[in-house]
Structure formats: C-alpha cells, structure tokens
C-alpha cells in the first residue's frame, strides 16, 4: 500500500479534490502544480506512488515522467496518469513511458484508490 502520494496536476480543483480522496484514505497527499515542480518534489519529498495529469503547460505528464524514469533517484516511483486524455494511444504512451496505471477523469474516488491498492 502506498503511504505518501504526490499529486502533479495544474488544476486547483483537481488537485484539492485528488487530495481529498487521498487523506481521507489515510495516505499523505504531497502537491505540485507542474511537471518541473513535481520531479523536484519527488527527488526531495521520496513519495511512494506519483498521480500524474497529462495536459499540463510547460511540461506535460508524458514528459515529466520520462525526466523521472531516467533519474536513479526517481526511476523506481511508481507513476499513475490520472488525465482527461481518454484514448487508446495516450493510455499506450503512458504504459510504454512506464506508468504503473492510468485513470481517466472524470474518475470515482474508488478508482483512484483502487490503484493505490487501498
């Protein structure tokens, strides 16, 4: 089970809603609004599993992943896309680029959860 979740994603709503779900599940939410905020987070902040948005500005979910994969301090965080990107070739780029899982918004708190193994 993971303990402390990072949550990447611009959007305050989804944000602070992922982070309701994930607090009251008992688990430790850690945010960033960015792609580049969140692979500091993570080299800083060690979290057990990464949720992941996709549209994003600056750098998107899919590069920010491959910036964590090709880190060894990074590289063995799980990575969960949790996007409104619902097509079969982003959830494929997503598998290839290493990602643990893939949830597609809008998502049923049991669905985030689910992927956490809670």
């Known amino acids: 089970m993971f303990r402390r979740v990072l949550i990447i994603d611009d959007a305050l709503a989804d944000r602070t809603n992922l982070e309701r779900i994930i607090s009251q599940a008992g688990h430790t939410a ?9 692979i500091e987070r993570a080299k800083r902040d060690k ?9 994003m500005p600056d750098m998107d979910g899919f590069a920010a992943t491959r910036k964590l994969k090709a880190d060894d301090a990074t590289k063995h965080i799980p990575v969960i ?11 494929a780029w997503g ?5 643990k899982g893939y949830v597609t918004k809008p998502y049923s708190p049991e669905q985030i959860l689910a992927q ?3």
């Open 95 to 99: 598998q290839m680029l290493g990602a």
């Open 30 to 38: 850690l945010l960033a609004e960015s792609g580049a905020q969140g």
């Open 47 to 55: 979290p057990d599993v990464i949720l992941m948005d996709v549209n």
């Open 116 to 118: 956490l193994g809670a």
């Open 81 to 91: 896309f949790v996007t409104s990107k619902n097509q079969k070739a982003e959830m």
